[in-house]
């Protein structure tokens, strides 16, 4: 069995690359930089209607019922009903560009793989995707059904470009730093979505009043599609060069294809384990950003309001990104993934079983304590789960 540093995956000899310089240079962060406000645009966007659930309810229905209600969800878990279903389609878009040079001797020669492109082409089809949705939704800024279409349809295209964003951190840290950063550099990446929810999380409540929503909400959505163009620009911008290091794809390996990276991770066990146990817990977290005020405000109506939840929110998901990037720093050293996910998992599972007694019991205090412990546990246990395939 592969140790948590092993490559499970071999390296390809049928295919050359150009040569790669060795050293990392300052544009790395530049990337880094441009792929991280991307996370944090596409995270912002996801959530910009969880925190004011019931002002969007009347913008677009102009009355509250079950139906009127999860058609406002419906907004944030689009992106949750999309990226399972997408996200293997995908695939191919990362693998690197394989040149096959001409010979007309007859001579054989090894084929070129241009390092980085699968990777620029999915995260540039990504930006575009998410500026397409952040258009549209501020064309559906109108209250009526209508609008409420074209708002979905644009949050829609917004989800899918979150499919081209998403599990990309490692691979982005992999082609673009040293050994000793990659972890680090994922961290960033990953932290930097999280901190896109938190911003999303207090800046709808603070942007939206009841009384000046129609004012509110077209503005809002207009500043949201200003943002994601400005991304855009950044993301086109950074990756004009190649990466500095080699990163294996599909394409580059000398297997058939029905016998694929992906293919063969779903045969390893461990991967099917971390794949389990990550996919419950996060999908129990965005379960819980969703459903935030539904779940908060009935038994603590009294005691806060819209407002008091999405500072609830940012704060304790601000309050995650810097023990993330520490955690992260410490596989860059160690290397104990095994550890430090399974230290994380029971963690976050303690911390959402506190949620829920907290929350039976009324005892508000308690709420606070465990989600801040859930977000903590769950930013670390996002940043530090990818699997050893991915190393050099």
């Not at 009526?144 to 979905?152: E, I, P, Q, R």
């Amino acid at each position: 069995m592969a140790n948590e540093t092993s490559r499970l995956l071999p390296s390809s000899n049928s295919l050359s690359s150009p040569p790669l310089q060795e050293s990392a240079s300052s544009w790395r962060w530049y990337v880094l930089l441009s792929f991280s406000f991307f996370s944090f645009s596409s995270a912002l966007m996801w959530v910009t209607f969880a925190p004011c659930l019931y002002i969007f309810v009347d913008y677009y229905f102009q009355h509250a019922s079950p139906l009127t209600i999860n058609a406002i969800h419906s907004l944030s878990s689009v992106y949750m009903f999309l990226y399972p279903l997408v996200i293997h389609f995908t695939f191919p878009v990362f693998d690197n560009a394989v040149i096959k040079p001409n010979d007309t001797l007859g001579h054989r020669s090894s084929s070129l793989v241009v390092p980085g492109s699968g990777l620029k082409r999915g995260i540039l089809i990504g930006a575009v995707l998410n500026v397409l949705g952040a258009t549209v939704r501020w064309l559906g800024a109108t209250p009526s059904l209508y609008g409420f279409f074209l708002l979905l349809t644009g949050q829609t295209l917004a989800a899918l470009a979150q499919v081209f964003m998403l599990a990309i951190p490692p691979q982005l840290a992999v082609a673009w730093f040293p050994d000793s950063e990659i972890n680090f550099a994922t961290a960033i990446a990953v932290s930097a979505n999280n901190f896109g929810i938190a911003i999303g999380c207090i800046w709808s409540p603070w942007a939206i009043k009841h009384a000046t929503m129609t004012h509110d909400i077209p503005q809002l959505l207009f500043f949201q599609m200003i943002m994601c163009a400005f991304v855009l620009v950044m993301v086109w911008s950074a990756f004009q060069k190649q990466p500095p290091y080699s990163i294996h794809t599909s394409a580059d390996l000398t297997v058939p294809h029905d016998n694929s990276t992906t293919k063969r991770l779903f045969k390893e066990k461990n991967f099917m384990y971390l794949l389990l146990a990550y996919g419950a817990i996060f999908g129990a977290q965005c379960a819980i950003i969703t459903l935030i005020d539904q779940v908060l405000l009935p038994p603590f109506a009294d005691v806060i309001s819209e407002d008091d939840i999405g500072l609830l929110s940012c704060v304790t998901l601000s309050i995650g990104v810097p023990g993330s990037i520490l955690v992260g720093h410490y596989l860059d050293k160690t290397k104990q993934y095994r550890y430090v996910c399974n230290l994380l998992s029971i963690m976050t599972s303690i911390s959402l079983i506190g949620v829920y007694v907290s929350i039976e019991l009324k005892f508000f205090i308690g709420v606070i304590i465990s989600w801040y412990a859930k977000r903590q546990n769950n930013n670390d246990l996002r940043t530090n789960s990818p699997f050893p395939s991915l190393l050099r």
